[in-house]
């Protein structure tokens, strides 16, 4: 372990002794480090031609629309439980329009 200052290399230092002690390993990485990336380029490559077209068993429009089916289906089942359960009205009378009318009028404030 150095006592001082001076014993201690900075970092470039260090870098370039080493260089100057094995010049022919480091063109070896180099060379290692450029065929690894040819060898990369070369997989992905024959990747992209072996890959068949992505054929979707259930279609994205199709998907929108069951979940536009699947949230309808959702309010008026909330509606007709609020209504008749909680509200102890008649179920049914959740989905009749006048009922709806009538609870317009009401926030309107046209109640006779």
Do not use: C
Not at 39 to 47: F, I, L, S
Not at 81 to 88: A, H, L, P
């Amino acid at each position: 372990m150095p006592k001082n200052e001076s014993e201690y290399q900075s970092r470039k230092a260090y870098k370039q002794s080493k260089k100057e002690q094995d010049p022919i390993e480091d063109e070896q990485v180099d060379s290692e480090s450029q065929t690894r990336k040819e060898q990369k380029q070369k997989q992905k490559e024959e990747k992209e031609q072996n890959k068949l077209p992505r054929r979707r068993i259930f279609p994205i429009w199709l998907r929108i629309i069951v979940i536009v089916i699947i949230a309808a289906g959702a309010l008026i089942a909330g509606l007709m439980i609020g209504y008749g359960v909680i509200g102890d009205g008649n179920p049914i009378d959740a989905l009749d329009v006048d009922t709806w009318q009538h609870l317009i009028d009401i926030v309107i404030g046209n109640v006779n």
